[in-house]
């Protein structure tokens, strides 16, 4: 795994979310960046396709996520909630944690 292969998935990841149909088959996506296609295939052809269009380093890709979700999602197991209690799951989840 070098740098230039996850280039080429995310490349590839990308299109997919931006809802590109036909970059939607993860299968093809490996099979394109991990595999020994010949350069002419067209998993091969979309592959270069979806490297010539990958977003420059700091562009924000996606649809923005608003404040609230955020602070939301934080809140789960593996996030905030985990040391305030609301996951009684985790053992750190049981410290007592007062004027938070």
């Known amino acids: 795994l070098d740098d ?3 280039a080429s998935l995310f490349a590839w990841v990308t299109q997919a979310f931006a809802d590109v149909p036909e970059y939607n ?3 093809v996506a490996f099979a394109a960046v ?8 067209e998993p091969m052809q979309m592959l270069r396709k979806a490297e010539a269009m990958i ?20 809140l789960g197991a593996m996030g905030a909630g985990q040391w305030t209690g609301q996951f009684k799951t985790r053992p ?3 410290l007592e944690l007062k004027n938070i």
């Open 4 to 6: 230039e292969k996850v």
């Open 25 to 27: 088959n993860l299968m």
């Open 34 to 41: 991990f595999g020994n296609l010949p350069e002419n295939s």
């Open 55 to 74: 977003p420059e380093e700091e562009e924000p890709v996606g649809d923005p996520l608003p404040i609230g979700d955020r602070e939301y999602y934080s």
């Open 92 to 94: 750190h989840a049981l």
